[in-house]
């Protein structure tokens, strides 16, 4: 099989013959978004196209699909001059709505439906979060509510047919525990949320996919045991020595499951969002940040299978609808190497625990809090609002060029090969030594960020690939804080807040330069992998075109 660069032997590791095993890409089966809005952007809109092509995502999930700058509810209408006039009774349209999903899916990408926030006209307190104003509140009429989810369902259900959108999963409302921001309500009024809207999803197909709590990050308190959350709870937390020796549990994942299987109701997937982070309020009512130890996500996700198969609901897949180093779209390490090596740490090691672990985002055209400022600014996403790769882009492209069947995995990385067409590829990095079993904390400044570039030190990656056909060559492609770092050029230009062209020019090359080199397998045909990894170091290989 020499186009494939595999010999007719079996393949060897370190002279050893490999045991093949199943290897999901858990890291591109969802990939987050800001709001719905955004997407109608030209520039989202192509960083979007880029990211599907580079990183093959399958899903995208993002805030906001009723939100006012949708148009999707309306009860009243007028032309801008003067009060809107009432209508005789609601009208929901869906042409914004349209544009978005018809090119997600024009892209072979699905929407992961995030259904939510409440309408303006339909809500109970309005403007709850973000800088555009989400309403995030129970609805002043269930029926309304049920009416607006069931017409939206059913309208893309005619439009896209039901095969297709049988595919898709649509979660009920987001982090409904964190009020008064993303709810405004009580557990049991999100519960009661979920019984009608699942209900009047399956009342029009029972195959369609529903699930939630989506609640947000896990805690080692009771602070959300109760109707709301008692930040009085989390006084033992925030003086706690040592965070990672407390006993952290999903937010309200169990009373869900209870509560749905007492009154019958369909669960067919778990969502929450497992950032490695936390912040609990002291004693005098300061918030305290807490960062979570390289494992968190590891261990969070292992107790999260343990709870749902032991649950009424053992057969839900399980979507980790956010997930990042840390929760806030102002932390400069998500624009560092520091991010990369760390995210591509936790996706090797949690790729059979989750049915998809969906990153926050994969675009700096992120408005939550507003437009960044800067054209880095320690936001969410894969690229700048600009499209200029970061580092953590090319460890989403080089997780992406992996195999499905997993040869070798290591404390430092994996090899694996294509079940179609055979051919062998790795990806290893240095998450470095020094930082022990340390999580990387969010920094407000770029200055800080850059600090962990002195955390060392570097680690030899050395193995032996045997059993591939003479002559093969194989690319070998390195991104560290000298290589394919865009940020710290821009920091060397004295971080212009706003670059002129050719300074833009200059940061997408040093984006996109990566450490390339090619090794080819000798007559023995066995491929002697040497390299030296920098501190934070993210590498792959492949073979080559």
Not at 208 to 215: D, R
Not at 231 to 259: G, K, M, Q, Y
Not at 392 to 408: N, V, Y
Not at 469 to 497: C, K, M, Q
Request: aromatic share 12%; proline share 6%.
């Amino acid at each position: 099989m020499t186009s494939d660069g595999v010999s007719g032997h079996r393949l060897r590791i370190d002279g050893e013959p490999c045991d093949e095993s199943p290897f999901p890409h858990v890291w591109a089966r969802c990939v987050g978004a800001g709001r719905a809005n955004e997407a109608l952007r030209a520039d989202w809109q192509q960083q979007f196209a880029e990211a599907v092509a580079a990183c093959g995502f399958r899903y995208v999930r993002f805030h906001g699909v009723f939100h006012d700058d949708m148009f999707v509810y309306r009860e009243s209408y007028g032309g801008g001059f003067g009060p809107d006039a009432p209508l005789a009774s609601p009208v929901y349209t869906f042409s914004y709505v349209d544009k978005v999903f018809d090119f997600i899916l024009d892209h072979g990408v699905r929407p992961f439906v995030e259904l939510g926030f409440m309408p303006r006209e339909l809500a109970t307190e309005t403007e709850t979060v973000f800088w555009w104003g989400a309403h995030c509140s129970p609805p002043k009429d269930m029926a309304r509510w049920v009416e607006l989810v069931t017409r939206t369902v059913g309208h893309w259900i005619d439009r896209y047919g039901l095969d297709e959108v049988r595919e898709w999963r649509f979660e009920v409302w987001n982090e409904p525990n964190l009020v008064p921001h993303f709810w405004t309500g009580t557990k049991t009024e999100y519960f009661e949320l979920y019984e009608q809207t699942v209900t009047a999803i399956k009342r029009i197909d029972p195959a369609l996919k529903v699930g939630g709590p989506a609640t947000s990050v896990f805690v080692p308190d009771d602070r959300y045991s109760g109707e709301v959350e008692d930040r009085s709870a989390t006084h033992a937390t925030a003086a706690a020595a040592d965070v990672d020796a407390l006993d952290w549990r999903p937010v309200w994942i169990e009373d869900f499951l209870t509560w749905c299987a007492k009154r019958d109701l369909p669960v067919d997937f778990v969502s929450t969002h497992t950032y490695p982070t936390d912040f609990a309020f002291a004693a005098d009512g300061e918030a305290v940040q807490i960062t979570r130890y390289a494992d968190a996500t590891f261990d969070d996700l292992t107790l999260l299978r343990e709870l749902v198969e032991n649950s009424a609901y053992p057969e839900a897949e399980i979507h980790i609808t956010e997930w990042s180093t840390s929760p806030s779209s102002r932390d400069f390490v998500h624009d560092t190497p520091s991010a990369a090596a760390y995210i591509t740490r936790a996706y090797l090691r949690c790729a059979t625990l989750a049915d998809s672990i969906s990153y926050w985002t994969f675009t700096d055209v992120f408005e939550e809090g507003g437009a960044g400022i800067g054209p880095f600014h320690g936001g969410f996403g894969l690229v700048n609002e600009w499209g200029v790769h970061k580092p953590a882009f090319h460890a989403f492209t080089m997780l992406a060029r992996l195999g499905d069947r997993l040869l070798l995995a290591t404390p430092t990385g994996v090899v694996t090969r294509d079940s179609r067409t055979s051919a062998v590829s790795a990806v290893f990095f240095n998450y470095p030594e020094d930082m022990a079993l340390r999580g990387v904390r969010a920094q407000s400044s770029y200055a800080a960020a850059r600090a962990l570039a002195e955390v060392g030190p570097s680690r030899r990656i050395r193995h032996s690939i045997g059993g591939l056909e003479p002559g093969t060559a194989f690319l070998v492609e390195i991104v560290d804080w000298e290589h394919g770092n865009a940020a710290e050029a821009w920091y060397r230009l004295g971080s212009p807040l706003n670059p002129s062209r050719a300074e833009s020019a200059h940061l997408r090359a040093v984006a996109d330069s990566l450490l390339r080199f090619t090794l080819t397998v000798p007559g023995t045909g066995v491929l002697d992998l040497d390299v030296e990894l920098a501190p934070w170091a993210v590498m792959s290989l492949r073979q080559s075109a």
